[in-house]
């Protein structure tokens, strides 16, 4: 795929998740894809794999949103098989908490899929709003 090609694909992710629905996001993403969270956050570090990426991060996530989680995508770059997209997302937390984060997102597709994303984000916001992702997965279990 070229720039154009992946540019379009992103873009279709991007605009799905502006309206609610992860599941383009999800599909495209490569069987062993990685996702690392920069920072030093219970959240950051490189997930891998499709099956992590779920289950270990955005399954714990999404059970702390006390609601539809609203991205709005700002601006998307393109150059070969990289793409980089600005946007911001907010959602209230079952806590009672706001998390109204901004993101970088540097996407590495290859052969029509997310084969790599590094996330840059607003780390004392995660610390601030949102419980580790260890501690999510013990509230689920009793």
């Given at each position: 795929?070229?720039?154009?090609?992946?540019?379009?694909?992103?873009?279709?992710?991007?605009d799905e998740l502006?309206?609610?629905?992860g599941?383009?996001?999800?599909d495209?993403?490569?069987?062993?894809?990685?996702?690392?969270l920069e920072?030093t956050?219970?959240?950051?570090?490189?997930?891998?794999?499709?099956?992590?990426?779920r289950?270990?991060?955005?399954?714990p996530?999404f059970?702390?949103?006390?609601?539809?989680?609203?991205?709005?995508t700002?601006?998307?770059?393109?150059?070969g098989?990289?793409v980089?997209?600005l946007?911001?997302?907010?959602v209230p937390?079952?806590a009672?908490?706001?998390y109204?984060?901004?993101?970088?997102?540097?996407?590495?597709?290859e052969g029509?899929?997310?084969?790599?994303?590094?996330?840059?984000?607003?780390t004392a916001?995660v610390?601030?709003?949102?419980?580790?992702?260890s501690?999510?997965?013990a509230?689920?279990?009793g």
């Amino acid at each position: 795929m070229n720039t154009i090609d992946n540019k379009a694909l992103v873009q279709r992710i991007h605009d799905e998740l502006d309206k609610g629905n992860g599941q383009v996001f999800v599909d495209s993403l490569a069987h062993d894809a990685s996702w690392k969270l920069e920072g030093t956050t219970a959240w950051s570090r490189t997930y891998r794999g499709k099956k992590a990426i779920r289950e270990e991060l955005l399954n714990p996530l999404f059970a702390q949103f006390a609601g539809p989680y609203v991205s709005k995508t700002e601006r998307i770059i393109a150059e070969g098989d990289r793409v980089v997209v600005l946007f911001s997302g907010d959602v209230p937390t079952k806590a009672g908490k706001r998390y109204n984060n901004r993101y970088c997102y540097v996407y590495r597709l290859e052969g029509g899929k997310v084969k790599e994303l590094t996330e840059y984000f607003d780390t004392a916001l995660v610390q601030e709003a949102l419980q580790a992702p260890s501690a999510t997965a013990a509230d689920h279990a009793g």
